[in-house]
């Protein structure tokens, strides 16, 4: 499966932005979406996830209460509707799936859960 992340920007704090995720090939198997950001000179880190039926979403502290992810499984897209952004949002956001059934103790929140990444769409929040 090859994942396209886009809808990043430069936008001020404060404001609105939706990312989407879109998947093309082989996406008959589909369990969880993600999504991951990384800023310069940080680690990769847990954002948002989301399974196929969309009843069981994940959030890092950080963005709980401000971002939602999202799916529409007949587009193959996810999304990350990101409200109230700050400067310490910004960052090179990442989209992730898994395809693979999931085991037991598998955390979504851990970027070894998933198989397929997308290319990265940056946000810079300026204050």
């Known amino acids: 499966v090859q994942l396209q992340a886009s809808g990043g920007g430069l936008v001020q704090a404060g404001v609105s932005l939706t990312l989407s995720c879109a998947a093309s090939?082989?996406?008959?198997?589909?369990?969880?979406g993600g999504w991951f950001r990384q800023a310069p000179g940080k680690a990769r880190e847990f954002v948002a996830a989301?399974?196929?039926?969309?009843?069981?979403?994940h959030y890092a502290d950080s963005v709980k209460g401000r971002f939602a992810i999202s799916r529409d499984n007949r587009k193959n897209t996810v999304y990350l509707q990101m409200n109230s952004l700050k400067p310490e949002d910004t960052a090179n956001y990442y989209c992730?799936?898994?395809?693979?059934?999931?085991?037991?103790?598998?955390?979504?929140?851990?970027?070894?859960?998933?198989?397929?990444w997308g290319q990265g769409t940056q946000v810079t929040v300026s204050s």
């Open positions: 090939g082989h996406t008959f198997n589909d369990y969880y």
């Open positions: 989301i399974n196929w039926s969309g009843d069981n979403t």
């Open positions: 992730a799936r898994r395809s693979q059934a999931i085991v037991l103790g598998a955390s979504p929140r851990e970027a070894s859960f998933y198989d397929s």
